[in-house]
């Protein structure tokens, strides 16, 4: 009985060993890799900002108010990006066409 006490220790302690020593490889690995990896989330438009923006600038040609309006969500802030909104005055419903001027988000609508 002794000798298998004995041993479940001796098993115990090899098996800390062996775990120790693959902790340091794989640090050591991280460590040493030439590689980085950053992860970069892009920034995106607010979308509820968005569509105030273009139903501000469509009132200010139209003059009924603008009854529904729909854009994208996720659009990102970079100048050239182009969306559509789409939206209705009246009974009309018509496309915008959306660009992102610069990466401060400004933003430029045409029909």
């Not at 640090?27 to 900002?49: H, M, W």
């Not at 603008?66 to 802030?77: A, E």
Request: glycine share 6%; proline share 2%; net charge neutral.
């Amino acid at each position: 009985m002794a000798d298998q006490g004995n041993l479940a220790r001796a098993v115990v302690a090899i098996s800390s060993v062996v775990v120790a020593a693959c902790a340091v490889a794989v640090t050591v690995k991280v460590l040493s890799a030439d590689d980085v990896v950053t992860i970069r989330q892009e920034r995106v438009l607010n979308q509820a900002a968005v569509q105030q923006a273009v139903a501000a600038n469509i009132q200010g040609i139209r003059d009924e108010p603008v009854k529904v309006l729909s854009c994208p969500g996720s659009v990102v802030v970079k100048a050239g990006t182009t969306f559509t909104c789409t939206y209705m005055v009246g009974n009309h419903v018509a496309d915008a066409e959306v660009e992102v001027v610069n990466d401060q988000g400004k933003l430029h609508v045409k029909w």
